[in-house]
């Protein structure tokens, strides 16, 4: 099976669309799948467009769909809308990661609706595609003969939360891992994990989250994370391939074409 791979789109459709028309998705007539590893909307303005485009696939069994931090963080804003004020919304990560400007984009509604009319507002985003059908669909990991793919990274052993993790030690039994394991798992730097030995034998984890200019700039000696010489090609190294381009700041989609087995 032949698999286009993307990851962290945040709802910029046309450099999704882009970067797999460069790849030749569009014009494949084998058999092929997308396989999206997270972070669908927030951040970007063309979430009707990124769902529409999800839909059609998801009709079609030809995508796969990893869940990521923002689609967590997603459900979280709709579960707790009931509790936010106007002055308390606008100073959340609900509203600076850009999940509460989704929320908009595919309700129809505004921020005032959002604060005035919680359980109505979170009532129309359960009624969306994404809520209903794209949220349901999505994965933890996505696993081929050689390749395994997630958001940020396996379920490891780890220290810290999020971005602050610094140290990592494999955890045997991560495919079984809990409902938390898995949501702890969507925040960490894949490459970090890697370098620290947190790989699977035998396979190359396919990872988005965090940007490549990680890597490239800690690893490499290539430039800076952002500024001189950046560089959010896709990272490459022993047990990992990262992808997120941090398109929200360079307006890049990374998309790697992979052809492997498909699991029995």
Same mark, same amino acid.
């Given at each position: 099976?032949?698999?286009? /791979?993307?990851?962290?789109?945040?709802?910029?459709?046309?450099?999704?669309?882009?970067?797999?028309?460069?790849?030749?998705?569009?014009?494949?007539?084998?058999?092929?799948?997308?396989?999206? @590893?997270?972070?669908?909307? *927030?951040?970007?303005?063309?979430?009707? &467009?990124?769902?529409?485009?999800?839909? &059609?696939?998801?009709?079609?069994?030809?995508?796969?769909?990893?869940?990521?931090?923002?689609?967590?963080?997603? /459900?979280?804003?709709?579960?707790?809308?009931? +509790?936010?004020? &106007?002055?308390?919304?606008?100073? #959340?990560?609900?509203?600076?990661?850009?999940?509460?400007?989704? $929320?908009?984009?595919?309700?129809?509604?505004?921020?005032?609706?959002?604060?005035?009319?919680? *359980?109505?507002?979170?009532?129309?985003?359960?009624? #969306?595609?994404?809520?209903?059908?794209?949220?349901?669909?999505?994965?933890?990991?996505?696993?081929?003969?050689?390749? $395994?793919?997630?958001?940020?990274?396996?379920?490891?052993?780890?220290?810290?939360?999020?971005?602050?993790?610094?140290?990592?030690?494999?955890?045997? *039994?991560?495919?079984?891992? *809990?409902?938390?394991?898995?949501?702890?798992?969507?925040?960490?730097?894949?490459?970090?994990?890697?370098?620290?030995? /947190?790989?699977?034998?035998?396979?190359?984890? $396919?990872?988005?989250?965090?940007?490549?200019?990680?890597?490239?700039?800690?690893? +490499?000696?290539?430039?800076?994370?952002?500024?001189?010489?950046?560089?959010?090609?896709?990272?490459?190294?022993?047990?990992?391939?990262?992808?997120?381009? @941090?398109?929200?700041?360079?307006?890049?989609?990374? @998309?790697?074409?992979? +052809?492997?087995? &498909?699991?029995?």
């Amino acid at each position: 099976m032949k698999y286009y /791979v993307v990851a962290d789109v945040h709802g910029f459709y046309d450099q999704m669309v882009k970067a797999l028309t460069e790849k030749g998705y569009f014009d494949d007539k084998s058999p092929h799948k997308l396989i999206i @590893c997270g972070d669908l909307f *927030d951040r970007g303005s063309q979430s009707k &467009e990124m769902q529409q485009f999800v839909m &059609e696939l998801l009709k079609k069994d030809e995508v796969i769909l990893i869940k990521g931090n923002h689609e967590d963080l997603m /459900v979280d804003l709709v579960e707790k809308l009931p +509790e936010y004020t &106007e002055s308390n919304l606008n100073y #959340t990560h609900h509203y600076s990661n850009g999940t509460v400007q989704t $929320v908009c984009d595919l309700t129809g509604c505004t921020i005032t609706k959002m604060i005035t009319c919680p *359980d109505q507002v979170a009532m129309r985003m359960r009624n #969306t595609d994404f809520y209903k059908r794209i949220l349901p669909a999505m994965r933890n990991y996505y696993e081929t003969e050689h390749y $395994v793919f997630v958001h940020g990274w396996i379920p490891s052993i780890a220290s810290g939360y999020g971005g602050k993790v610094d140290y990592f030690k494999y955890m045997q *039994d991560w495919r079984n891992a *809990d409902n938390a394991g898995w949501y702890f798992s969507r925040w960490y730097n894949g490459m970090l994990a890697a370098h620290q030995g /947190v790989i699977e034998p035998g396979k190359t984890i $396919v990872c988005g989250h965090w940007h490549t200019s990680f890597g490239h700039s800690q690893y +490499e000696g290539k430039g800076e994370e952002f500024g001189k010489g950046e560089d959010f090609s896709p990272y490459y190294a022993d047990g990992i391939i990262a992808i997120d381009g @941090c398109t929200a700041y360079s307006r890049l989609v990374n @998309c790697i074409v992979i +052809e492997d087995e &498909e699991l029995k």
